[in-house]
Antibody
Framework: EVQLVQSGAEVKKPGESLKISCKGS????????IGWVRQMPGKGLEWMGI????????RYSPSFQGQVTISADKSISTAYLQWSSLKASDTAMYYC?????????????????WGQGTLVTVSS | DIQMTQSPSSLSASVGDRVTITCRAS??????LAWYQQKPGKVPKLLIY???TLQSGVPSRFSGSGSGTDFTLTISSLQPEDVATYYC??????????FGPGTKVDIK
């Protein structure tokens, strides 16, 4: 069974750093791209970026480039999303999700399996 | 970047009604479109990919159609458990694979 298990809720102050995680199981973690999606309170889904754990190839949305860092440790089947200096506007639910394989073995850009979400609250 | 719009932004319908949600891309995206359902307080769930392919386990009352710039998600007979927000997502060409703004579906 494919599972993506995310780390628990976080409460941080503005300016602090944070790294949240997403552990994959039940499939070959290094063969599938993993993405991150933001959902601010009461708002819609925002595509942040994706990473290929096999070689850490990463693609970002222009809206999030430079604001967050996506990484992965294939030895422990875990992807990460991190901030170096949080802002109140980073308060949101963050989901990781898997991209299925594409016809040519790369990826199809939609998400077939999702993590349970990590709620990040940034408040002074 | 290609922009995605959805209409209506919300709707209220009776149990058993046929419900149609529209998603429009600002440029042609062939059939590279997915639909997701997000129930209140829950994780998004993939319903349809490639514009019209039903994800395994999704009830057959859900269907998708369209190609190019105009797409529809249809619920043939609305059920109480279908109360949710529905999002389209384009995934043609290169990232970012933008989501639409969502359509909230309620029971009248």
């Amino acid at each position: 069974e494919v599972q993506l298990v995310q780390s628990g809720a976080e409460v941080k102050k503005p300016g602090e750093s944070l790294k949240i995680s997403c552990k994959g199981s039940g499939y070959s973690f290094t063969s599938y791209w993993i993405g991150w999606v933001r959902q601010m309170p009461g708002k819609g889904l925002e595509w942040m970026g994706i990473i290929y754990p096999g070689d850490s190839d990463t693609r970002y949305s222009p809206s999030f480039q430079g604001q967050v860092t996506i990484s992965a440790d294939k030895s422990i089947s875990t992807a990460y999303l991190q901030w170096s200096s949080l802002k109140a506007s980073d308060t949101a639910m963050y989901y990781c999700a898997r991209l299925p394989l594409g016809v040519y073995g790369d990826y199809s850009g939609y998400f077939d399996y999702w993590g349970q979400g990590t709620l990040v609250t940034v408040s002074s | 970047d290609i922009q995605m719009t959805q209409s209506p932004s919300s709707l209220s319908a009776s149990v058993g009604d046929r419900v149609t949600i529209t998603c429009r891309a600002s440029q042609g995206i062939s059939n590279y479109l997915a639909w997701y359902q997000q129930k209140p307080g829950k994780v998004p769930k993939l319903l349809i990919y490639a514009a019209s392919t039903l994800q395994s386990g999704v009830p057959s009352r859900f269907s998708g159609s369209g190609s190019g710039t105009d797409f529809t998600l249809t619920i043939s007979s609305l059920q109480p458990e279908d109360v949710a927000t529905y999002y389209c997502q384009k995934y043609n060409s290169a990232p970012p694979f933008t989501f639409g703004p969502g359509t909230k579906v309620d029971i009248k």
